[in-house]
């Protein structure tokens, strides 16, 4: 069933782009004109409505994401749709949150349009981790001791313990998780397992980019103690986290910033 | 030494922003914004022309990069040049290639600042990881068999062996190389004794995002004969490259897309 009145006189294109962390102005330049000149939009539930509406006025906007863990839409259902929509002629974007490459169903979602013969195209976004950094005004990577970078998705995983936390190179290292799952204290365990030390930094940034943003910084040892903060929510662990001022005098966004490090053991 | 013949009537700021992989419509509308509005920009070699553009008219565009392994600016002075025009009021952008937190010199650029007590922001940007994956027309990662996703930079190591490949987790992983040095063999040999498939598949992206864009498609055990392509590249490993069609009809970029793998052993 297609809602619009009218048959576009050209070839459907799916873009299948990512609308960044959440502040408007972190879409790209792409994004925005994709969005601009899109019939419909096939929207993940997280993205706001104030990315919303830098759609185009004639967009139809469907929300094909997630609520209380059940899909308004399973997987093959948005394939089928976005497939119908570009088979019509129209100008398709399905925007998830972040980048739709990270943690995203962007695999799947090429397999089917390759599959039915539909023009797409990848439309990057900046990925929450480097919201989050730029919150929290830390590096995710640098010469000294944060040699590589590795994203987790935390949600990922049934039990928190399942989560594969990556040992520390010679080079030293810096993980991001995605929507952190279990408890801290869980979290902080499986990383002492893999070697990382008790005072290794940390963040923990909550709807970065956003008016509601909040950064707390600890350590591996002390974020057991920590308030679980609301989702979405990334969780920095590394060296690079020692450096972090989100105190910049002239920021814009009020970051409210906690520091809960208890005494070294 | 200040060149500019006015004294703003404003506190100075320093934007640390990124320039994306090459694309200007890659960048953030955030980025686009604090370009636009800058007195001065400085800004990496590697930086195009058609992205410097998009800096207001009356900004002085200041070459900070490094040319042939040698650097226009040491990054001390880079510092000191930063402090100094924010001090004198002005808006200043230093602008890196790619996403300013990851394989930038951005930690020690908030160091410095902080020091100063000079304001400053990050405005991230998209790495060039994930315009090589747009490019190559795959996922970073997927549910069944990439479950995490590692960046590491192969010009940081004096020598290809020195990379601290990651050990395959049990989830699966994606493994993204930024400038990869040393043969390609050698980075094979790399990936095989960290045990990793030879059958495994990976990309080689080329100049991802602009009109010289080149994807090569091959396995771990067929890349040593693959030849080498042209700075900036990144290398993909991981199952999610199994499925790369960088051949949607209707992109706009035209990419050369080879495929290089020999038969099994």
Same mark, same amino acid.
């Given at each position: 069933?297609?809602?619009?009145?009218?048959?576009?006189?050209?070839?459907?294109?799916?873009?299948?782009?990512?609308?960044?962390?959440?502040?408007?102005?972190?879409?790209?330049?792409?994004?925005?004109?994709?969005?601009?000149?899109?019939?419909?939009?096939?929207?993940?539930?997280?993205?706001?409505?104030?990315?919303?509406?830098?759609?185009?006025?004639?967009?139809?906007?469907?929300?094909?994401?997630?609520?209380?863990?059940?899909?308004?839409?399973?997987?093959?259902?948005?394939?089928?749709?976005?497939?119908?929509?570009?088979?019509?002629?129209?100008?398709?974007?399905?925007?998830?949150?972040?980048?739709?490459?990270?943690?995203?169903?962007?695999?799947?979602?090429?397999?089917?349009?390759?599959?039915?013969?539909?023009?797409?195209?990848?439309?990057?976004?900046?990925? +929450?981790?480097?919201?989050?950094?730029?919150?929290?005004?830390?590096?995710?990577?640098?010469?000294?001791?944060?040699?590589?970078?590795?994203?987790?998705?935390?949600?990922?995983?049934?039990?928190?313990?399942?989560?594969?936390?990556?040992?520390?190179?010679?080079?030293?290292?810096?993980?991001?998780?995605?929507?952190?799952?279990?408890?801290?204290?869980?979290?902080?365990?499986?990383?002492?397992?893999?070697?990382?030390?008790?005072?290794?930094?940390?963040?923990?940034?909550?709807?970065?980019?956003?008016?509601?943003?909040?950064?707390?910084?600890?350590?591996?040892?002390?974020?057991?103690?920590?308030?679980?903060?609301? +989702?979405?929510?990334?969780?920095?662990?590394?060296?690079?986290?020692?450096?972090?001022?989100?105190?910049?005098?002239?920021?814009?966004?009020?970051?409210?910033?906690?520091?809960?490090?208890?005494?070294?053991?």
């Amino acid at each position: 069933m297609i809602e619009r009145n009218y048959k576009p006189n050209r070839c459907g294109k799916v873009f299948l782009a990512g609308a960044g962390p959440g502040d408007p102005e972190l879409l790209t330049v792409r994004a925005m004109r994709v969005l601009a000149s899109a019939d419909f939009v096939l929207h993940d539930a997280l993205v706001s409505a104030e990315i919303l509406a830098m759609a185009s006025p004639h967009a139809v906007l469907e929300d094909v994401g997630k609520r209380c863990g059940e899909r308004a839409m399973r997987q093959e259902q948005i394939h089928a749709r976005m497939i119908e929509l570009a088979r019509a002629g129209f100008s398709v974007v399905r925007l998830q949150g972040g980048d739709p490459m990270i943690f995203g169903r962007t695999g799947e979602e090429i397999a089917a349009l390759v599959h039915a013969n539909v023009a797409w195209e990848i439309v990057p976004g900046i990925t +929450a981790s480097s919201a989050a950094a730029a919150a929290a005004g830390i590096s995710l990577t640098n010469r000294r001791d944060a040699g590589q970078l590795t994203f987790l998705a935390g949600h990922r995983a049934s039990d928190a313990a399942a989560v594969e936390i990556p040992a520390v190179p010679a080079g030293g290292a810096t993980v991001a998780i995605y929507m952190p799952s279990g408890s801290y204290a869980e979290i902080a365990q499986n990383f002492l397992k893999r070697g990382w030390r008790r005072e290794t930094p940390c963040v923990i940034v909550s709807e970065a980019s956003t008016p509601h943003q909040r950064v707390v910084k600890s350590t591996i040892g002390s974020l057991g103690e920590c308030e679980r903060l609301p +989702a979405p929510a990334i969780l920095i662990v590394g060296e690079t986290a020692r450096l972090s001022f989100a105190v910049s005098p002239q920021n814009e966004i009020k970051t409210e910033v906690r520091e809960i490090i208890t005494s070294a053991p």
